[in-house]
């Protein structure tokens, strides 16, 4: 038998490898110097450098079009000044400590760290020499994290005690601003020692910006017994590029759960990446797409366990509007080692025009021989049957509609812990559909 190869589908051309390995030179450019860190910096530059710049033609992003993202030129980000006034409607009255960043800067005089519960210490990556956990959970080699580690300017490390419980949301807030199309780089390390707790808001936002690109990374460090309630929410400019990865590692008995909304961007991306380090620990993953316009919205999440007894359950919606494009592509696996795991996997996903559309793509790797697992996926349109009922009742079409789809993203909006925000972002969704 013979078989013939094309080998313009088995390579990318000469061409456009030169094209990203330039475009790649001119973003490792703008990166801005920082004195400490150089030898975490450096490791994940050499990686960059390695690895290249991802093309539709790589497993990971076959369905995700980055060529509105290299065709755009961005500048180094420069430090700018915002007053409270105009980061008034970003500030959550319930989350007394917040820490914010403007182009990836921490402004202090925009944040609230002065009266710190016991047990929390926040300082920023700018002002360390090193630290032990940075740059060393799961997913570090990603060549966008990489190129994040090797350029950050600064960044928010949250340090919470053993045996503490820190009772108020602490808030991360990032802004993008200015005319120029910049590169931003926000990082966050958080560390959770034994048998403490804690809740975390972390959100992108931007703030008379328009075309930018934001690539950011979040780990996550559990110690054994730790409780970490972590809400992200991305919300940039629908001209923005987000790129994203949540790094996480689990200790013994930790548990850790996710909400993750996207919202804004034309191109965004979310790589949640959990390694539960060890056994019994428990794992929460919901999150929630709204794609609109012509945006592509991306969310890949890995979960790989290492030890026998652990849970895990997931949740991912997609609402996707026009000629807006959702993709999920969720990956569990259980290796022989993780005995006893108990772990379900669900996208569901609501298409509100034909032109709509979605790749999910759950996956569940199993070796283990003694485990409960599950996974599914559906893709749905609003209900006929559903939308007369409520007409039935009184409503126009479009309230009727209105309620059907807040109803679909209430499930995961309503485990936001502050009540005054779950009302903004639902409000959003629903003004982003009409």
């Known amino acids: 038998m013979t078989v013939e190869v094309n080998p313009e589908a088995v390579a990318p051309s000469l061409s456009a490898v030169q094209d990203r390995q330039a475009y790649?030179?001119?973003?490792?450019?703008?990166?801005?110097?920082?004195?400490?860190?150089?030898?975490?910096?450096?490791?994940?530059?050499?990686?960059?450098?390695?690895?290249?710049?991802?093309?539709?033609?790589?497993?990971?992003?076959r369905f995700t079009d980055l060529s509105?993202?290299?065709?755009?030129?961005?500048?180094?980000?420069?430090?700018?000044?915002?007053?409270?006034?105009e980061i008034d409607a970003f500030i959550l009255?319930?989350?007394?400590?917040?820490?914010?960043?403007?182009?990836?800067?921490?402004?202090?005089d925009l944040s609230a760290v002065d009266?710190?519960?016991?047990?929390?210490?926040?300082?920023?990556?700018?002002?360390?020499?090193?630290?032990?956990?940075?740059?060393?959970?799961?997913?570090?080699t990603e060549v966008f994290t990489a190129l994040n580690t090797a350029s950050f300017a600064d960044g928010a490390v949250l340090h919470i005690a053993k045996n503490q419980m820190v009772e108020a949301p602490i808030h991360l807030l990032y802004l993008t601003t200015g005319d120029t199309p910049i590169i931003t780089s926000p990082r966050g390390l958080v560390?959770?020692?034994?048998?403490?707790?804690?809740?975390l808001i972390e959100e992108y936002v931007a703030v008379k910006a328009e075309s930018y690109f934001t690539n950011a990374v979040t780990e996550v460090c559990l110690g054994q017994n730790a409780q970490i309630h972590h809400h992200r929410i991305q919300r940039e400019a629908k001209t923005a590029f987000h790129i994203g990865t949540t790094a996480v590692s689990q200790d013994r008995d930790s548990r850790y759960a996710l909400t993750s909304l996207s919202l804004g961007g034309q191109m965004s991306r979310h790589n949640p990446v959990v390694v539960p380090t060890a056994e019994q620990t428990d794992t929460t993953l919901n999150g929630l797409t709204l794609a609109v316009?012509?945006?592509?919205?991306?969310?890949?999440?890995?979960?790989?366990?290492?030890?026998?007894?652990?849970?895990?359950?997931?949740?991912?919606?997609?609402?996707?509007?026009?000629?807006?494009?959702?993709?999920?592509?969720?990956?569990?696996?259980?290796?022989k080692l993780a005995q006893q795991t108990n772990a379900s996997q669900l996208s569901r996903n609501l298409l509100l025009s034909a032109k709509a559309r979605v790749d999910t793509k759950p996956q569940l790797e199993i070796i283990a021989d003694d485990v409960k697992c599950a996974h599914g996926a559906t893709v749905s349109q609003l209900d006929d049957e559903e939308v007369f009922y409520l007409q039935s009742r009184g409503l126009d079409r479009n309230s009727a509609c209105d309620l059907l789809v807040e109803g679909f993203a209430a499930e995961i909006i309503e485990k936001l812990p502050i009540a005054?925000?779950?009302?903004?972002?639902?409000?959003?969704?629903?003004?982003?559909?009409?």
């Open 115 to 140: 009266n710190l519960p016991a047990g929390l210490r926040v300082s920023t990556l700018a002002n360390a020499d090193s630290l032990a956990e940075l740059g060393h959970q799961p997913g570090m």
């Open 68 to 85: 509105g993202l290299y065709k755009t030129s961005f500048a180094a980000p420069t430090a700018a000044s915002l007053s409270l006034e």
């Open 191 to 199: 560390v959770a020692e034994a048998n403490s707790a804690a809740t």
């Open 24 to 61: 790649l030179n001119h973003l490792l450019a703008q990166r801005p110097s920082l004195t400490g860190l150089s030898e975490v910096r450096d490791s994940a530059l050499s990686i960059v450098q390695e690895r290249g710049l991802p093309s539709n033609r790589d497993e990971d992003w």
């Open 93 to 108: 009255a319930d989350a007394p400590v917040r820490l914010v960043f403007v182009n990836g800067f921490f402004a202090p």
């Open 293 to 335: 316009d012509q945006q592509v919205a991306d969310t890949h999440s890995d979960l790989s366990f290492t030890g026998p007894h652990c849970t895990a359950q997931q949740l991912h919606k997609c609402i996707v509007d026009n000629r807006a494009r959702a993709v999920f592509n969720g990956r569990v696996f259980v290796p």
């Open 420 to 434: 005054e925000q779950r009302q903004t972002l639902l409000n959003a969704v629903l003004s982003q559909i009409r």
